[in-house]
């Protein structure tokens, strides 16, 4: 097995990348190899060790910019690291795909080069949501922006198989979200979404969710169009870091020592609910592996995100996606 | 000015509510009376004091129930609290209507009753959500699940003249709920909306906001569609509520004596993000005065929701909204 990772993506490309890239070489399983994508000039003098037994180096003289428009760049940066990764697996010479950089750039190259799995209507994100009640996987959060109904459904499917493989959760609860619980409530979307759903003998499906289900243990799969879970996913950010920082200036405010002892509290609380421990978004429904990273990655996220790659081969998510999604066009 | 106060609606109700209406009686200003709307045998034994100096109750045998239809509850109960309510504001024997009951029985009742304010299209619930940087106004969440350009432009409008006049926020900042800053980013709705608001020299528009920016200080009124708007609210209060227990918890797992000096801290931040501050959120483009308080709301938030509707016509923000709807008709 072949993974492409981008050494050039996300805000501390390509030091943290690669940093995270050297930390996995080592616990890879036989048979795994890395192929870096990046400048060469700026990835090299960051190498170290014997990383050339389980890696090499591909060079590309561009890499895409977070604020460029993905169609344009992907037309004309065709040396880029994104555009050469999904180039190469499109072609099979990689069997897996991770960058931290533009997400935009990476579901458009992949879905054109790598195409899409037989069945599959549009692809979707999945992103793995820390709660405190284990983990929510919620596709889409900003692939297709527009949806149909058979969309919706297909995230549902799809993000079930990836939580029962890769999160082992036996029977993850899928919900669709909307905006109260009864049939009647919702937009036209979500009413032909739920419809399909509800005879879906693979779903686990346990109805509408409202915002405050994310959270509250209720389910682990949530199905959103990509517009509505990109702020999902946003918000959750913002009001977790924004509440963190407000509850330690308050505590600061009150005693110093209170902040001392209230400071491994938080640090545990924080590492619950870390992003990077989930390793990347898989962009489900590509006919092969990509993982998309959020921006802010560090190394751990990189080495997660490889992690996640292997796995998600060695469950077969691919084939069974297709072999689901055929029962349920067979059965309706 | 008479209000009328829908005492069989809420969570907490006839209780809470009559318990906030009589601590708002001594408050109100020379020449403001309360209407109370409710089942007299409960009612009746709640009140006490001279409290029909300022107030009279008016009898309704019905009430709407949480999760009836909206549609067949007001078809069905014409003796209900809220229908009542509705239908004497629209025959103007009510200057404003205070509800924590159904939220879409009181958004269905009063846009027939009430009728809509010269030039609105459809009119959105306003919530004014507390950040660490001071109140953010929301419009809609939840009155139209599913919009046109102009509903995005007028609830800004709207929400802009109730920010600047109730919550006295000078130049309010307003954005667009998208999944990213640039013009391209988002779908066809946001896209539309977004033209409009920009060329209307009445808003402070500051472009596209995502979801991390409710809570970062970059903005005071957001605008979005009723499906976006409840699924950010819900979440907020979900995530909020989960995040304060997994703390709590943490500390009592690390010491007691740790949880009890935090206590009062987390008493202080609760209190800055009390959504009973605020007093309800008004269905914004009604001709009349609609405030629709939370189900669980509890007195503090009854009496804030009359303060508001106080302010709310003295303030004359249905005056401003037609003058301003009319200009921007003119410019357009």
């Excluded at 983990?135 to 995230?155: E, R, S, W, Y």
């Excluded at 109805?207 to 799969?221: M, Q, S, T, Y």
């Excluded at 946003?234 to 405010?253: N, S």
Aim: with cysteine.
């Amino acid at each position: 097995m072949r993974v492409g990772v981008d050494a050039m993506g996300g805000d501390h490309a390509p030091g943290e990348i690669v940093k995270g890239v050297l930390e996995a070489l080592p616990t890879l399983p036989e048979g795994v190899e890395v192929v870096l994508f990046g400048d060469q000039a700026q990835v090299e003098p960051l190498l170290s060790g014997d990383w050339q037994k389980r890696m090499t180096l591909v060079h590309c003289s561009q890499s895409i910019g977070m604020n460029e428009s993905p169609v344009n760049a992907l037309r004309q940066k065709r040396d880029s690291t994104i555009f050469q990764m999904a180039v190469r697996a499109g072609e099979g010479e990689l069997d897996a795909v991770v960058s931290a950089g533009h997400t935009g750039a990476m579901v458009a190259a992949c879905q054109m080069k790598m195409r899409l799995l037989e069945g599959v209507n549009r692809p979707g994100i999945a992103v793995v949501i820390p709660t405190f009640h284990g983990p929510v996987t919620i596709c889409d959060v900003g692939a297709v922006v527009q949806c149909k109904p058979v969309n919706l459904h297909q995230f549902a499917q799809m993000a079930t198989i990836y939580a029962r493989r890769v999160l082992n959760i036996q029977k993850p609860r899928a919900a669709l979200m909307s905006i109260g619980e009864e049939d009647a409530k919702g937009n036209e979307l979500v009413k032909h979404a739920r419809e399909l759903m509800k005879s879906d003998p693979n779903l686990n499906f346990v109805g509408n969710a409202e915002g405050r289900d994310v959270f509250n243990g209720r389910l682990e799969v949530i199905t959103c169009d990509g517009f509505v879970g990109n702020v999902i996913l946003k918000l959750t950010e913002g009001l977790a870091e924004g509440l963190f920082k407000t509850i330690g200036r308050e505590i600061a405010a009150e005693s110093m020592e209170l902040a001392r002892q209230f400071e491994p509290v938080v640090r545990k609380i924080w590492s619950k609910h870390d992003y990077s421990e989930f390793g990347g978004a898989p962009l489900l429904g590509v006919d092969g592996i990509c993982i998309i990273c959020h921006g802010s990655s560090d190394h751990r996220a990189i080495k997660n995100a490889i992690r996640v790659a292997i796995e998600y081969a060695n469950q077969n998510v691919n084939q069974r996606i297709i072999e689901e999604l055929a029962q349920s066009a067979a059965g309706s």
